[in-house]
């Protein structure tokens, strides 16, 4: 591990903030890079099921977004080529309806600029939902008019939709992200992972 990696894994900026939520959790970065890594995924906040098991996108939201991706589980966790890293590294507990709270802004300030500048290899950059896409591109419209945009960021960057269960919804709306972003994006993993 680097310095880096190792001081987020120690991080407990939020343990007031977790300790006064309903789960009452401690912090447990889940830390998931290196600096060879060529894509990355940018993603929200690691889900419950992540924060036990330690292993980003462990989940079904994680099975859709690899099929989308075209990745196979070992290509995604080989840490040397995949870099994920959200706008939050802990899980930030359940709000009152029980989705998950938004990722702690602190997080994003204390560690992310140190992150990137080590991740100075990537050639394509995911962004995986509101918080990314906000933080990484800038922009201030919604994600579906920012991932029906993608063709304009194309090929270094690509917005999407979370992948949670939540969206099926939004996926059956809006076809052409399965049909004509999915497979420009299966093309441009597979160059830079293999390329
Ligand atoms: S969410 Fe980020 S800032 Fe908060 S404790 Fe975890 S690593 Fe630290």
């Known amino acids: 591990m680097t310095d880096l990696t190792?001081?987020?894994?120690?991080?407990?900026?939020?343990?007031?903030r977790f300790a006064a939520t309903h789960t009452a959790h401690e912090p447990r970065p889940v830390v998931w890079f290196k600096p060879s890594a060529?894509?990355?995924?940018?993603?929200?906040?690691p889900g419950m099921r992540v924060h036990k098991s330690g292993k980003p996108f462990d989940d079904p939201s994680g099975d859709r977004l690899r099929d989308w991706l075209g990745l196979s589980p070992s290509e995604f966790y080989d840490k040397s080529r995949v870099a994920v890293v959200p706008m939050a590294f802990c899980f930030p507990g359940y709000d009152a309806k029980g989705s998950d709270l938004p990722p702690?802004?602190?997080?994003?300030?204390?560690?992310?600029?140190?992150?990137?500048q080590t991740l100075d290899k990537v050639e394509l950059t995911v962004l995986v939902g509101g918080y990314a896409h906000k933080y990484h591109m800038g922009v201030k419209t919604g994600v579906t008019d920012t991932v029906r945009a993608w063709e304009s960021h194309a090929p270094r960057l690509f917005p999407l939709p979370h992948p949670s269960w939540r969206n099926t919804g939004w996926l059956k709306k809006n076809p052409w992200?399965?049909?004509?972003?999915l497979p420009k994006l299966r093309a441009q993993v597979q160059r830079v992972i293999h390329g």
């Not at 060529?38 to 906040?45: D, E, F, K, M, Y």
């Open 6 to 16: 190792v001081n987020i894994s120690r991080c407990r900026l939020c343990a007031d």
């Open 177 to 181: 992200f399965e049909e004509n972003l």
């Open 104 to 116: 702690p802004r602190i997080c994003g300030t204390t560690w992310h600029d140190q992150v990137m």
């Open 38 to 45: 060529r894509l990355l995924i940018a993603g929200q906040a």
